[in-house]
């Protein structure tokens, strides 16, 4: 695992973060909505666990933490996964 500061340099923008995430076939999870919303190209080829929960950061750690296999079991046939209220789920 790595982190974002570890990655990526201060001020990067999302696409070249992106991008550097699919050189390095990394997963992205972030609670950032913007990632859910890059250009299709670069969508198609991007892997992004997106958490839409918002609230105690306790409560949202274990939330996704208790759906993280799920996750990374939706990104093998989606680019994509959500955790939010509803669970955890493809877009």
Do not use: W
């Amino acid at each position: 695992m790595t982190t974002v500061s570890e990655a990526a340099h201060p001020g990067m923008k999302n696409e070249e973060f992106a991008k550097l995430s699919i050189q390095l076939i990394m997963v992205i999870i972030s609670r950032d909505a913007d990632f859910i919303r890059l250009k299709q190209p670069l969508m198609r080829q991007l892997r992004v666990v997106y958490i839409g929960l918002s609230g105690d950061p306790d409560s949202i750690a274990q939330n996704v933490l208790k759906n993280i296999d799920r996750s990374i079991s939706l990104l093998y046939r989606h680019t994509m996964a959500i955790v939010d209220e509803e669970g955890c789920h493809a877009p």
